[in-house]
């Protein structure tokens, strides 16, 4: 489907749900039941992120860290209602301007997961330079075809593609995730070294991504890290067991659920709703108050 006539199927849907008052009797229910709303942004524009905000602001939503979710899972503090968690995959050079500074002036709690190896190196996401090579011609196959074979088979493809093209700068550089993790409202959490499907990696493999970004993000802030979002929302248990071992205390996937009394026992594998970047405020609403989820009509990604 193409992305206007999806946004513009999706816009009607949304429009429907708000015009019969189902995100209202939504709300109602959020706002009296014990649900956490867990939400994930990847690199929103600045209007939307600040749309989203004032929205969950206006309706009388707490913003809660991911600090506060621990303590929450040990009993240290009463499970909340109506209670939202903004976190943010990958680390993307927009996110400085367009959320930290946002969430920053709002005094919204944000985690920030990012992907270790583009922020220090400067290449950019590894999906990018396949999207840049089907559009040059030079590789015909679907970044989704990628996340189905096994790492090693994913490496040799992209490093050929690597060498043919060059991307600019996706990431944030080093010194601006400092500079974040110095900010009172921001947490930083890995989100690997190099984003690949967990689940396709070799135990050698899945081990250094969950553990090498760790070290290189708490060499770097001068903090523990605690928090983990797996790329693409993939992950087995063995990488739960990697994560306990290794010493994190809390995981997110991309399953489009609330956080309940029920599933917050699952702290390595906390579901997430997807806000896009690129949609109508409406859709968002739809997304952050869970109402979208309840049919698949759009499949989640990244
Ligand atoms: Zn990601």
């Known amino acids: 489907?193409?992305?206007?006539?999806?946004?513009?199927?999706?816009?009607?849907?949304?429009?429907?749900?708000?015009?019969?008052?189902?995100?209202?009797?939504?709300?109602?229910?959020?706002?009296?039941?014990?649900?956490?709303?867990?939400?994930?942004?990847?690199?929103?524009?600045?209007?939307?992120?600040e749309s989203c905000l004032f929205w969950l602001k206006k309706h009388g939503y707490t913003f809660i860290s991911v600090n506060d979710i621990i303590d929450i899972f040990n009993g240290y503090k009463v499970f909340p209602k109506g209670a939202v968690l903004v976190t943010v995959d990958d680390g993307w050079y927009t996110n400085k301007e367009n959320i930290i500074s946002v969430?920053?002036?709002?005094?919204?709690?944000?985690?920030?997961?990012?992907?270790?190896?583009?922020?220090?190196?400067?290449?950019?996401?590894?999906?990018?330079?396949?999207?840049?090579?089907?559009?040059?011609?030079?590789?015909?196959?679907?970044?989704?075809?990628?996340?189905?074979?096994?790492?090693?088979?994913?490496?040799?493809?992209?490093?050929?593609?690597?060498?043919?093209?060059?991307?600019?700068?996706?990431?944030?550089?080093?010194?601006?995730?400092?500079?974040?993790?110095?900010?009172?409202?921001?947490?930083?959490?890995?989100?690997?070294?190099?984003?690949?499907?967990?689940?396709?990696?070799?135990?050698?493999?899945?081990?250094?991504?969950?553990?090498?970004?760790?070290?290189?993000?708490?060499?770097?802030?001068?903090?523990?890290?605690?928090?983990?979002?797996?790329?693409?929302?993939n992950f087995s248990i063995r990488e739960i067991n990697y994560l306990k071992k290794l010493g994190y205390k809390i995981a997110f996937s991309t399953i489009p659920k609330y956080i309940t009394e029920a599933n917050i026992l699952d702290i390595y594998a906390l579901p997430r709703f997807e806000i896009l970047g690129n949609c109508s405020l409406a859709e968002n609403i739809c997304r952050m108050t869970g109402v979208w989820y309840d049919v698949k009509l759009f499949k989640h990604n990244k």
């Open 103 to 233: 969430a920053n002036a709002l005094n919204v709690p944000v985690t920030l997961f990012v992907t270790t190896n583009p922020m220090e190196t400067g290449i950019g996401y590894w999906w990018s330079y396949v999207n840049q090579a089907r559009k040059e011609g030079i590789y015909n196959k679907t970044t989704e075809f990628l996340k189905t074979i096994p790492n090693r088979e994913r490496l040799v493809i992209l490093n050929e593609i690597k060498s043919k093209i060059i991307l600019e700068r996706e990431s944030l550089t080093v010194n601006e995730v400092i500079e974040i993790s110095n900010l009172k409202n921001i947490t930083i959490g890995s989100h690997t070294v190099t984003h690949p499907i967990l689940k396709m990696c070799d135990n050698d493999e899945s081990l250094y991504e969950i553990s090498n970004s760790k070290k290189v993000l708490e060499g770097l802030i001068k903090k523990k890290i605690e928090s983990f979002a797996y790329p693409n929302g």
């Open 1 to 49: 489907m193409k992305p206007s006539l999806r946004n513009t199927l999706s816009y009607c849907i949304a429009f429907i749900y708000i015009q019969l008052g189902v995100i209202k009797r939504r709300q109602r229910k959020l706002m009296n039941e014990k649900i956490i709303i867990s939400i994930y942004f990847h690199k929103p524009s600045k209007s939307m992120f």
